[in-house]
């Protein structure tokens, strides 16, 4: 495996093939008699009969060990695979999804991803700490095993870059966060909110990329999500994602969750990098959900302008609509 870097675009691409990869096994790999025999990063609980267990990912697209290797040809730069690349295994029951579980169950899971981020930020090679969950077999999904998985890169991504910019510079001009306002304003306006838990919002952002596309984001202003603000409850956060994709799966029960926080601010010397004296200002956490449906919007445009036939604030009335509890 490595990394190249194309020089327009400024994205990273993985190129090579993965090391043992197996056909799909007959028996799921995540059961609790076989997941129990693979080395545990972290278990939750500690002790006893596990609820939420992080493992290795078996054919990981990172690795731990090794130096980058930052080499170039000519113009082009290139790098080995240098991360880590995880799997929890949201639950030990093979027949339930992340939206099945309990609020109590979920907040495990938030808890688990909150930990992993902030340990793996530690290691000051890592710049970027991604959570993200594939469900469906249009969405990619690698076992019908509720799971999500856990990546540390040594580069921030590309998507997040524009954040981080965008971010950056509304706080330059503006002395406040773009988030925050764009909360306080959909809070105003109300047509493209889908539902609230306390001071937890999930909406259809205005410019949705794909039908159906939710944003959940903290009413207050926090840039990092393993570090919750004081008298923030995660159990509220719980509640809200599983009714938002219990109502989701109605319409599309395939979809990708994303969750963006902050990068890693630290330099090799243990120091905060100047470049981000700004990002607890103005940079703010929240989780992305993009659905994919049978008929996908499409992008037609390098430029990557969607087109999007359901607008929000029709998406957010119907998802309103429906029972998260039915």
């Known amino acids: 495996m490595e990394l190249r870097k194309d020089p327009i675009t400024q994205s990273w691409v993985i190129l090579g093939q993965r090391e043992g990869v197996a056909e799909a096994p007959e028996q799921c790999p995540f059961e609790p008699a076989k997941v129990d025999k693979i ?49 929890v295994v949201e639950t030990p029951q093979h027949d339930r999804r992340l939206s099945q579980l309990s609020d109590e169950e979920i907040e495990r899971v938030l808890w688990v991803w909150a930990s992993r981020i902030a340990d793996l930020k530690k290691d000051a090679r890592f710049k970027y700490i991604s959570v993200f969950k594939n469900q469906g077999a249009l969405a990619g999904e690698e076992w019908p095993h509720s799971h999500s998985q856990v990546t540390a890169t040594i580069f921030v991504p590309r998507r997040i870059k524009y954040e981080l910019s965008s971010s950056h510079e509304w706080f330059k001009d503006k002395e406040r966060c773009i988030f925050c306002d764009m909360v306080r304003q959909e809070e105003k306006l109300g047509k493209r909110i889908v539902d609230v838990q306390g001071d937890y919002y999930a909406l259809c952002p205005y410019a949705s990329r794909v039908p159906y596309e939710i944003w959940l984001l903290h009413r207050r202003h926090n840039h990092t999500f393993e570090q919750p603000r004081p008298g923030s409850n995660r159990r509220q956060l719980a509640a809200l994602l599983g009714r938002v994709l219990r109502r989701l799966e109605k319409v599309a029960p395939a979809y990708h ?9 630290m330099n090799k010397k243990g120091e905060m990098a100047g470049y981000w004296k700004t990002l607890a200002d103005d940079y703010h956490w929240h989780i992305e959900i993009l659905p994919i449906l049978e008929k996908r919007s499409k992008s037609y445009s390098i430029k990557e302008v969607y087109f999007n036939a359901e607008l929000p604030e029709q998406a957010a009335s119907n998802l309103r609509s429906l029972d998260p509890n039915s």
């Open 257 to 265: 969750l994303v969750l963006h926080t902050s990068p890693s601010t």
């Open 39 to 87: 080395p545990a990063i972290l278990t939750w609980p500690a002790s006893g009969l596990w609820q939420v267990r992080v493992i290795p990912h078996p054919e990981p697209l990172y690795h731990v060990e090794g130096d980058p290797g930052r080499l170039a040809e000519g113009m082009y730069d290139k790098m080995g695979a240098l991360g880590a690349h995880e799997v």
